[in-house]
């Protein structure tokens, strides 16, 4: 991977961020605002789920900042690493916030309160509509970047957008039914948790497959055995494995050439086939080739 290509990817994901921090930063104070203003514990919570999206986002900057270190003696595989260490952390937030609104909401639901204010819908709606941008936006720049971390900040934004849309129903039933269903933004908050909790588990299963070097990337296997086959020399691949470290992706594989070549041909050859996948693909940090002779006659 060229150095120029691995420094684009890391400043789109460290703009992405940052958008991100000032987005939550920003909506944080405006909930928690609307919502001690209009007796809403259902934007507060959204508020509280905010400020540990800052937290966490602070985190995979860090930890995107890190993972594009070079390799070293220490990590010749690079740093990558860290990005799915520091998305199962992000996991953690999320959880960590769900939790906090059940058991406020639980709270509220058994403490007698004044019913939300009407004009707090006027807030949800303008941040559902924000949130769902953000969310967009960021699992966009995910794809473009292959990070695990990105993705997991793009459904922080989701979850943040479900809580809202569920704040918006809950207050909306309180101000129609009226008196008796104060509670009902409660209710809303709490069934919202139940969606935190269900994508956590989507955020927390590619990144585990990534830990665990889990073969996620079989498409990417098949175009590079095709590209490998267009290398002079090269008759065909007998196997080709990928792993994804960070933004980037380590291949090894199996490149089949003509039993009767000497070895020194054999080295061009792959070094070729080397060279032509990391031009071809510049998400690639690394290629090890192994070279199998066409024929086990060997004469």
């Not at 691995?6 to 940052?18: C, F, G, L, N, R």
């Not at 944080?28 to 508020?47: P, Q, R, T």
């Not at 792993?243 to 380590?250: D, E, L, V």
């Amino acid at each position: 991977m060229s150095h120029n290509h691995s420094h684009t990817i890391e400043a789109k994901a460290v703009k992405t961020i940052y958008f991100s921090i000032f987005g939550n930063l920003l909506l944080a104070f405006i909930k928690y605002l609307a919502g001690l203003v209009g007796n809403s514990y259902a934007l507060i919570a959204d508020a509280i789920e905010s400020a540990t999206d800052i937290f966490s986002s602070i985190l995979i900057l860090l930890g995107i900042k890190y993972a594009n270190r070079p390799a070293d003696e220490n990590h010749p595989y690079g740093h990558g690493r860290i990005e799915p260490l520091i998305t199962f952390m992000v996991v953690g937030f999320l959880i960590v916030s769900a939790t906090v609104i059940a058991t406020e909401s639980i709270k509220n639901i058994q403490t007698p309160h004044e019913p939300p204010k009407p004009w707090t819908l006027i807030v949800l709606g303008i941040i559902i509509l924000w949130k769902e941008i953000s969310y967009q936006v960021v699992i966009r720049k995910s794809k473009e970047t292959g990070s695990s971390s990105l993705k997991a900040e793009a459904w922080h934004h989701r979850s943040d957008a479900i809580t809202s849309v569920a704040a918006f129903i809950g207050i909306s039933v309180a101000l129609m039914m009226g008196e008796g269903y104060e509670s009902a933004d409660d209710w809303a908050a709490l069934f919202a948790t139940g969606f935190i909790l269900y994508n956590c588990y989507h955020i927390f299963r590619p990144a585990l497959g990534e830990m665990m070097d889990e073969n996620m990337h079989t498409r990417l296997i098949e175009v590079i055995k095709a590209k490998s086959v267009e290398v002079e020399g090269v008759i065909g691949i007998e196997k080709c494995m990928v792993r994804k470290t960070g933004m980037k992706y380590q291949v090894d594989l199996h490149a089949i050439v003509d039993a009767e070549i000497s070895v020194r041909e054999g080295h061009t050859i792959s070094h070729k086939l080397k060279d032509y996948l990391l031009k071809e693909f510049p998400e690639i940090s690394g290629v090890l080739i192994h070279i199998e002779p066409d024929s086990e006659e060997i004469f």
